[in-house]
């Protein structure tokens, strides 16, 4: 039910399709010794860490996503570091938008919180975590 790619070594989009939800790319979520991405553009100088809050479903009888977040990243190649909300806000606004360039109807839109995480409330059954981050996406 989550797919996170890396292969490009930017971020790509993220979209739901039915239950699962899909990481295209983290960028270069965490790549010592690589090259220092910091001094790219915006858009290619950071990687995402994904998280997917999962909830039982008594219903369809199995987990289903019902909150996800997206933690931008900076410093990759040495020590990953989170964005401080203004330039996370940045980050995420790239990232909603090239989702819902390339993904259409599908894309996953997230908010940022005052940590800088980018948040998506996804589903109707919450559990505590995904809860949280629903109430304060409202």
């Known amino acids: 039910d989550?797919?996170?790619?890396?292969?490009?070594?930017?971020?790509?989009?993220v979209e739901r399709v039915g239950?699962?939800?899909?990481?295209?790319?983290?960028?270069?979520y965490l790549m010592l010794g690589a090259a220092n991405m910091n001094g790219k553009s915006t858009a290619q100088s950071y990687g995402l860490l994904g998280k997917l809050h999962l909830n039982w479903d008594p219903s369809l009888q199995r987990?289903?996503?019902?909150?996800?977040?997206?933690?931008?990243l900076y410093d990759m190649h040495f020590s990953p570091k989170v964005y401080g909300p203004k330039d996370a806000q940045t980050r995420i606004n790239i990232l909603n938008n090239l989702?819902?360039?390339?993904?259409?109807?599908?894309?996953?839109?997230?908010?940022v919180?005052?940590?800088?995480?980018?948040?998506?409330?996804?589903?109707?059954?919450p559990g505590p975590r995904a809860?949280?981050?629903?109430?304060?996406?409202?």
Do not use: M, W
Not at 2 to 13: F, K, M, N
Not at 19 to 28: A, M, T
Not at 63 to 69: D, G, I, K, M, R
């Open 2 to 13: 989550l797919i996170l790619g890396h292969h490009p070594h930017v971020v790509r989009p």
């Open 19 to 28: 239950h699962k939800v899909i990481f295209y790319s983290l960028g270069n």
């Open 63 to 72: 987990l289903v996503a019902q909150a996800a977040e997206a933690i931008p």
């Open 99 to 111: 989702s819902a360039r390339d993904t259409g109807a599908n894309a996953l839109s997230f908010r």
């Open 113 to 125: 919180n005052e940590r800088g995480f980018g948040q998506a409330c996804l589903g109707a059954n």
């Open 131 to 138: 809860e949280k981050i629903c109430r304060s996406s409202r």
